[in-house]
């Protein structure tokens, strides 16, 4: 791998997390309730923190990837798409930004999948794990707020 194929991939990547964030920070800007508010306030953070992490990594710090996979609670999957409104209900945010996840990992692992080169496979299974834990995250906040509630 280049030094611009890696800076190429990672400019590509901090977009996307730049486009989490304002998806995020648009939700709590419009969230009704407390919690949502916080919620989606809690991963417009995570979303910059990420893209501060992706400005940071240089190829040699990428390591091998993660032993342990991270749990896929596949409820997105049963999910249809919604498009973003601003008078969206929590739940259709939180389905929103599920399907938004869902998408990045698919994304990552399709990109790890088809390169051959070792050190993009490593990023792109590093991007993809990331999103996944962000898909997890949200999944299990749907399950216990919204699933348990109806």
Do not use: C, W
């Not at 997105?76 to 209900?89: H, K, T």
């Amino acid at each position: 791998m280049t030094e611009e194929q890696f800076r190429q991939a990672i400019r590509f990547a901090v977009e996307k997390e730049e486009e989490a964030a304002a998806l995020y920070e648009t939700a709590q800007q419009v969230a009704v309730t407390p919690l949502a508010k916080t919620t989606f306030s809690e991963f417009a953070a995570e979303e910059r923190r990420h893209k501060a992490m992706l400005l940071e990594l240089k190829p040699e710090s990428l390591g091998k990837p993660a032993a342990a996979k991270v749990p896929d609670l596949r409820i997105s999957d049963y999910l249809v798409e919604v498009e973003f409104r601003p008078d969206m209900s929590y739940q259709d945010m939180l389905i929103l930004a599920m399907k938004r996840e869902e998408q990045s990992v698919r994304l990552y692992s399709d990109l790890q999948r088809r390169t051959g080169d070792a050190q993009l496979q490593r990023l792109f299974g590093l991007l993809a794990e990331e999103e996944a834990r962000h898909k997890l995250r949200l999944e299990t906040i749907y399950d216990d707020e919204v699933l348990q509630e109806n």
